[in-house]
């Protein structure tokens, strides 16, 4: 077989800059752990005046900086040997809850790369992999990169685009989280509607722990609670607004989740789904942001999916049209696109 040098050697060019990625990854993530991203970001410095600092070996930091640099994930001026970080990449790697911050997206691809065992005995059998079945570092991760863009979008955009929602909770309502996770949701929303009520709803109990221990921290204790349970049985009754965030599509059972909300809801009341930025077509979604979501999905998303009753596994490039088809064929006769961002397309749904 005749072999095309060109592609070739462009195909090779790619795998270096991937194979960078990914050793890099981990630098990240120890940088992160031991605050040199946050101390980087008080001035330049040298490589020994950052070890005393950061309490670390001089050697290891001088060989852990030379790899930010050569990432460009920080800036080496050669004539005074100094590093710092950008105003660009402090907002990324420093300012924890920036709209920008990026650390907790390495800590899932670490727990990517501990669940790999257990992935490749669910691709031979097809079982699924729950949740909590993952290492620690996936829910911490996922709590710490999903919250900047829920702060950046939540309240400023997303809940503003439904409805007559926002002056209803302006005015004091009832709101159930589904899949609250950590409870940035739930706390965000709470934070910014002191009128109205908020339960967060959570398969994971570990979660639901460190939801209502951060909700103490952020001092909205007094309107918010925190329960374990399945998306198709979480209590209460007449809620303005039921929301999930980047979860429907992880669920076994979404038409009986949707069909759950609906029986929930007040006549007047609104569903708001957040799901991944997805086009309906596979073709639509082979991009960059495509492959960190299909990536994601194979690993975490789809195998969760197939771990619970009925195993849907719409996975997270499910994009609208079948978000659409689960949601009103349960039920719902209004459903819409009401906002969207690079990374969340963000729909209503009405009963």
């Known amino acids: 077989?005749?072999?095309?040098?060109?592609?070739?050697?462009?195909?090779?060019?790619?795998?270096?800059?991937?194979i960078g990625?990914?050793?890099?990854?981990?630098?990240?993530?120890?940088?992160?752990?031991?605050?040199?991203?946050?101390a980087l970001a008080k001035g330049p410095?040298?490589?020994?005046?950052?070890?005393?600092?950061?309490?670390?070996?001089?050697?290891?930091?001088?060989?852990?900086?030379?790899?930010?640099?050569?990432?460009?994930?920080?800036?080496?001026?050669?004539?005074?040997?100094?590093?710092?970080?950008?105003?660009?990449?402090?907002?990324?790697?420093?300012?924890?809850?920036?709209?920008?911050f990026i650390p907790g997206?390495?800590?899932?691809?670490?727990?990517?790369?501990?669940?790999?065992?257990?992935?490749?005995?669910?691709?031979?059998?097809?079982?699924?992999?729950?949740?909590?079945?993952?290492?620690?570092?996936?829910?911490?991760?996922?709590?710490?990169?999903?919250?900047?863009g829920y702060a950046a979008n939540l309240v400023q955009s997303w809940i503003p685009a439904l409805e007559g929602v926002e002056a209803q909770l302006k005015r004091g309502a009832s709101v159930a989280d589904v899949g609250c996770g950590?409870?940035?949701?739930?706390?965000?929303?709470?934070?910014?509607y002191p009128q109205s009520s908020f339960i967060g709803f959570d398969y994971h109990?570990?979660?639901?722990?460190?939801?209502?221990?951060?909700?103490?921290?952020?001092?909205?204790?007094?309107r918010t609670r925190f329960e374990v349970a399945q998306a198709k049985d979480f209590r209460g009754r007449d809620y303005a607004l039921v929301t999930m965030f980047d979860c429907l599509h992880d669920m076994g059972d979404p038409a009986g989740a949707s069909a759950h909300v609906r029986s929930t809801l007040a006549p007047d009341g609104a569903w708001m789904i957040v799901e991944p930025f997805a086009g309906d077509r596979l073709e639509d979604n082979?991009?960059?942001?495509?492959?960190?979501f299909y990536s994601a999905s194979t690993f975490i998303c789809t195998p969760a999916s197939r771990s619970q009753e009925v195993g849907a596994c719409l996975g997270a490039q499910a994009g609208e049209a079948r978000i659409r088809d689960i949601v009103t064929g349960?039920?719902?006769?209004?459903?819409?696109?009401?906002?969207?961002?690079?990374?969340?397309?963000?729909?209503?749904a009405r009963p």
């Open 205 to 222: 109990g570990p979660s639901i722990e460190i939801a209502r221990e951060t909700a103490k921290k952020a001092g909205v204790a007094d």
């Open 21 to 38: 990625a990914v050793m890099h990854a981990a630098t990240i993530v120890v940088g992160d752990q031991l605050g040199l991203y946050k």
């Open 45 to 100: 410095t040298d490589v020994a005046a950052l070890a005393k600092r950061t309490e670390t070996d001089k050697r290891y930091l001088l060989e852990w900086l030379s790899a930010q640099a050569a990432s460009g994930y920080v800036d080496y001026d050669p004539a005074t040997q100094l590093f710092s970080l950008s105003e660009e990449q402090a907002m990324a790697l420093a300012e924890e809850g920036s709209p920008a």
């Open 286 to 292: 082979l991009n960059p942001v495509g492959r960190v």
């Open 330 to 348: 349960s039920g719902f006769s209004h459903f819409r696109r009401a906002a969207q961002t690079p990374f969340n397309l963000v729909f209503e």
């Open 1 to 18: 077989m005749a072999i095309n040098e060109a592609k070739l050697n462009a195909f090779m060019g790619n795998f270096v800059n991937d």
């Open 182 to 192: 950590h409870g940035s949701s739930t706390i965000l929303m709470a934070q910014a």
């Open 105 to 148: 997206a390495f800590q899932i691809a670490v727990a990517q790369f501990k669940a790999i065992p257990k992935m490749a005995s669910a691709l031979r059998t097809g079982l699924g992999l729950g949740w909590h079945e993952h290492d620690p570092s996936l829910f911490h991760g996922t709590e710490r990169f999903f919250r900047p």
